[in-house]
Structures are given as C-alpha cells and as structure tokens.
C-alpha cells in the first residue's frame, strides 16, 4: 500500500488568486491522478499527472486553468488557477500502479471567496 | 467510454443487519478490476475490497464480501454485521487503466 500526504487540508482564497496543492506519496508509484469531487457527490478526473511529461486532461479541464507537475514518481503537483467562486470544491490526489487499487491523499477542502 | 452505475443513493441499515449495496458497470472489455471504496465524513477514500474480473471467485475480506456477476456486468457489495463506524458513502469503481467511479450510495447505520 501507499500512504499519500496532501497538503493543504484546507483553505479559503480569493477570486482571482492561485492555489497550489502538492501530493506527496511514500513510495514510487506509475500513475498519479487529480480529481475534483463536489461534497456528496463523485469524483471527477481532472488529469493524469505524467512524469517527465505533460499531463493528460480529461474533456472540460485544460492546462492554463490546471496546471499540473510531476517532477518525480512520488510527488505532483495542482494549481488552481485564477480562481472564481465556482472552483470552491475538494480536490483529491491519487496514486496508483497499473492493475492494483488505488490510494487517496487526504483531499484538499477548497473555498473561493 | 465506460459507467458506473449506482442505483441507490441512499441505503440504511440497523446496526448488526446485512446490507447490500448494488453497483453496475458498462465495459466491453473483459480483463478489469472492480472496486468498492469507503468515503467517511473526514474525506479519506478507503478502499474496502477489489475484484479481478478474471477471477470467478467472489472476493471477500472479513464482514465484506461481494457478488461479482461478469455477465450481467453487476458488482454488488455485501456488508454483515453491520456496525456504526460503517456509515460512510460508498462508491463503486471500475479500472481498465484509468478509474471509474460510481455516483456513491450514502449508508446510514441505525443504532
């Protein structure tokens, strides 16, 4: 299994502004991935965070607004970008290797202000 | 692109009770996994149990088990036993190699 520190837990911003969420897994993982998940509801993949490369986003996220890194194969990295009160949400980070389950950070509690 | 579907929003069940949470997924492949996850209020995505699709076993893993129907493309979750740290949403999730999930079926366990 792989334990998966996200951080932060929580803030509250101002429109306009960026946030960036960092993931950091305890050991080398394949896949990475991001997802946004309104409370109550499921979640929605936003990108695959690709090491050594750009990430690939799903329909309806785009890399200006979601800018993603991943230096290495235990950490990534999320930004939210220019943010309005509609991207107030939680943000998960998640880590996988092919063919297994995967593990979850302990999600970011976003508000925009 | 594949779904999953979860028909029940919300499920109760009383405490010490069995409870079964039903799940289905659209796929046309045949080699996937299945999974059902545990989200308490604090957020933290569990995972509670998986299921290879090759394997006609279904799996279990101590008051949980499940009912893996690969024709009927129907994965539901059996919770024994039931007890108050269980209430939780529940989501089902499907893996080719990205994740699917489910829209969560909400539990409440009655004392």
């Known amino acids: 299994s792989a334990v998966i520190s996200q951080k932060p837990s929580r803030d509250i911003c101002q429109r306009g502004t960026s946030l960036t969420i960092q993931c950091q897994v305890d050991?080398?993982?394949?896949?990475m991935f991001w997802y946004r998940q309104q409370p109550g509801q499921s979640l929605t993949l936003i990108a695959t965070?690709?090491?050594?490369?750009?990430?690939?986003?799903e329909s309806g996220f785009v890399i200006d607004k979601f800018p993603i890194s991943r230096p290495n194969l235990t950490f990534s990295t999320l930004t939210v970008s220019n943010m309005s009160p509609e991207d107030s949400s939680i943000y998960l980070c998640?880590?996988?290797?092919?063919?297994?389950?995967?593990?979850f950070g302990q999600g970011t509690r976003l508000t925009v202000v | 692109a594949q779904t999953v579907t979860q028909s029940q929003p919300e499920m109760s069940v009383q405490e010490a009770e069995t409870v079964t949470l039903s799940c289905t997924y659209d796929t046309s492949e045949s080699d996937y996994y299945l999974f059902w996850y545990k989200q308490p209020p604090s957020r933290q995505m569990i995972l509670v149990i998986r299921q290879e699709a090759y394997k006609q076993q279904n799996a279990t893993e101590n008051r949980f088990s499940v009912n893996f129907q690969k024709a009927a493309k129907s994965f539901s979750l059996k919770i024994s036993d039931s007890q108050l740290g269980d209430a939780a949403m529940y989501f089902c999730?499907?893996?080719?190699?990205?994740?699917?999930f489910g829209t969560g079926t909400s539990l409440t366990v009655i004392p």
């Open positions: 999730a499907y893996r080719r190699n990205q994740f699917y």
């Open positions: 050991s080398q993982v394949t896949m």
């Open positions: 998640s880590a996988s290797d092919r063919g297994t389950e995967a593990f």
């Open positions: 965070a690709n090491q050594g490369s750009e990430a690939t986003y």
